[in-house]
């Protein structure tokens, strides 16, 4: 079983609509979440980070930590084509010999169509 | 941008050969990551240097090897190559030890034939 488990989709959805994307995990270490949106042929973007348990909002993207349920989300309102890309969610924790190491699921293909 | 690049962009070379990829971080970055990524695998966690140590480790095999350089820069050599290391390869870099907040090259496409 992958440490970090995310439904590789393809999820396609309308312009305008609310996009949900999850992942979760199994390592009860991972204390930040990330979530990265990658282009096709193109590196990942850093979209945001959260620390532990909560929300955090950046313009359209929500991101929500349940550490307790082991699950991560994050929320597209308003979504656009330009948002077509693989999300991608990482994981690392907060100390020790792992520190360093980001562990990434599989990602999701969205695409949002006009 | 991100800030961090990478050489060369494509790679087309033969099993059994050696290739060296090249990262610049982003500037005042003292942390550089490597990551493969390939479809069945996903994107594979490597190494990590910090300031011209080795820091973190990943499923690296042992054919491969990296470094930092006092400029900062790193390079990953891989040697004997084989079809399946045929993937792309990720330099990012963050300013600390922690892996939280790097921020990703555009990548080496290496193809082994």
């Known amino acids: 079983q992958k440490e970090v488990e995310q439904d590789p989709g393809p999820l396609s959805v309308p312009e305008g609509a609310i996009v949900s994307l999850n992942c979760t995990y199994s390592?009860?270490?991972?204390?930040?979440f990330m979530w990265y949106r990658q282009y096709s042929r193109k590196g990942p973007e850093l979209l945001m980070y959260?620390?532990?348990?909560g929300n955090k909002e950046d313009g359209r993207f929500t991101a929500q930590v349940d550490k307790s349920s082991k699950y991560i989300s994050l929320f597209i309102r308003d979504s656009q084509p330009s948002d077509s890309a693989t999300y991608l969610c990482?994981?690392?924790?907060?100390?020790?010999?792992?520190?360093?190491?980001?562990?990434f699921g599989q990602g999701t293909i969205l695409t949002v169509h006009p | 941008d991100s800030g961090v690049t990478q050489t060369p962009k494509h790679l087309i070379t033969a099993t059994g050969q050696r290739v060296t990829l090249r990262c610049s971080p982003r500037?005042?970055?003292?942390?550089v990551y490597w990551y493969q990524q390939s479809l069945d695998q996903g994107l594979q966690f490597l190494i990590q240097?910090?300031?011209?140590?080795?820091?973190a480790k990943g499923n690296i095999l042992e054919r491969f090897s990296a470094q930092q350089f006092p400029d900062l820069h790193s390079e990953l050599n891989l040697s004997s190559l084989e079809l399946g290391d045929s993937a792309l390869y990720f330099c990012?870099?963050?300013?600390?030890?922690?892996?939280?907040?790097?921020?990703f090259g555009p990548g080496t496409r290496l193809t082994v034939t």
């Open positions: 240097y910090y300031n011209g140590e080795e820091r």
């Open positions: 959260t620390y532990s348990s």
């Open positions: 990482a994981m690392s924790s907060a100390g020790g010999t792992s520190y360093g190491k980001l562990t």
């Open positions: 390592n009860s270490a991972f204390q930040y």
């Open positions: 990012a870099s963050s300013k600390g030890l922690a892996a939280y907040e790097q921020y």
């Open positions: 500037s005042g970055d003292l942390s």
